[in-house]
């Protein structure tokens, strides 16, 4: 299988995340922040509490109830419990759902309910010169090179700090089995549904910016700008396609992957 999800650990995640053609796009609690889970979800503050890193006071993403359909398609429920190990601040359902796109592509279809059991405010810690994540996120492998990351536009960034996209794609060369190295890429979308769509995009390569630390990192940051509340017992959704691709990036092909994927109007 070429994403294999992990929901036993303090932040259920997906690892590794591996092209048709082999190369591994994800790296799993690298030593520069070993909170970063490959393809995870998790949110800095839920009322202050943090959800996020793994020191000091944190609050936990219990799996207490996982089912594979047989066809490769999971749903799980999650608690995520406050720092105090007891109290439940939200329960979540999850639902990834795998999608062969063909000629070297597939895809997850991944979608979030979270119901809180209070009045919530989801925070992050506001951007200066690092800050501003919270959501669904990837920390690419660090032998992922020559990484760019590209919006809709065509654009093409080391660097990305709040650009609004509906999608945004991390591409660069990968080695893949027995030495054979090529072009690959992941491409995170946000659906239309999704609170404050198009999301601002939080990410970087392996520019110097970076060194060899914090690098080939993709956030869709919905709290960029700000929290966003949720009232007690009323779901919260938020939902992504996760794109993982053979070959060189196609601006095409990524734009008719994502109007095939959202319901016409």
Partial sequence: MPWSPVWDAPRPYVHPVVTPAGAWLTTEAPADHPWHHALWFAIKFVNGENFWEEYGDFGLL????????????????????????????LTETRDLTPLDLGGG????????????????????????????????????????????????????????????????????????????????????????????????WYGSNRAETYGEGWANFLNAAFLWEEPMTAPAGAPFRRRHLVVVYDGPFDLDRVAGTVADWIPAP
């Fill in 62 to 89: 219990n799996t207490r109830d996982v089912v594979e359909d047989g066809d490769g398609a999971w749903h799980a429920t999650i608690e995520w419990v406050r720092p105090d190990g007891e109290t439940v601040a």
């Fill in 105 to 200: 592509a597939f895809a997850i279809d991944w979608a979030e309910e979270l119901v809180p059991a209070v009045d919530t405010t989801f925070d992050r810690t506001p951007f200066t010169t690092w800050g501003g994540y919270g959501g669904l996120t990837v920390r690419g492998a660090p032998d992922w090179r020559d990484t760019q990351l590209v919006l809709p536009d065509g654009s093409r960034h080391d660097r990305l700090l709040g650009e609004r996209a509906a999608w945004c794609a991390l591409h660069g060369h990968a080695p893949g089995p027995e030495g054979a190295d090529g072009e690959c890429g992941l491409v995170l979308v946000d659906h239309p549904a999704n609170p404050r769509f198009p999301t601002p």
